[in-house]
């Protein structure tokens, strides 16, 4: 069973970085693809951003240029940094575990694998 627990939400004003963590434990992390995802009130849940186990990244076409995300699996860790950012990015960010190999895969499985509980992100203009 992975556990995840994220870190580094917290309140921005527009323009302003914030970096996320997520440390897993429970499993081998190289064998993990890694993604966040983030849920705004009254919207869906979208996936913000993917790293396969051999580091391919992809991204939301809406965080594209200004989104990193990255591992690190000596710490079991996975970052999302997050710059230049918008009002439309407040919403609480979630991470997200999966065993596949490919970002089709991990885009494909959607809402399985393994979560964390959420950190929330607020975007003032």
């Known amino acids: 069973q992975v556990q995840l627990a994220e870190s580094g939400g917290g309140s921005v004003q527009a323009g302003g970085s914030l970096r996320l963590s997520c440390a897993a434990s429970g499993t081998i992390f190289s064998s993990l693809a890694m993604g966040w995802y983030r849920q705004a009130p009254g919207k869906q849940r979208e996936l913000v951003a993917a790293?396969?186990?051999?580091?391919?990244?992809k991204y939301a076409d809406s965080v594209k240029g200004r989104f990193t995300i990255s591992r690190y699996n000596a710490r079991t860790t996975v970052y999302l940094q997050m710059n230049s950012l918008k009002p439309e990015d407040t919403a609480v960010y979630y991470c997200?575990?999966?065993?596949?190999?490919?970002?089709?895969?991990?885009?494909?499985?959607?809402?399985?694998?393994?979560w964390g509980q959420g950190t929330k992100v607020t975007v003032s203009s």
């Open positions: 997200n575990a999966k065993y596949v190999h490919s970002w089709a895969e991990f885009h494909a499985e959607g809402r399985q694998g393994s």
């Open positions: 790293i396969t186990r051999d580091g391919t990244t």
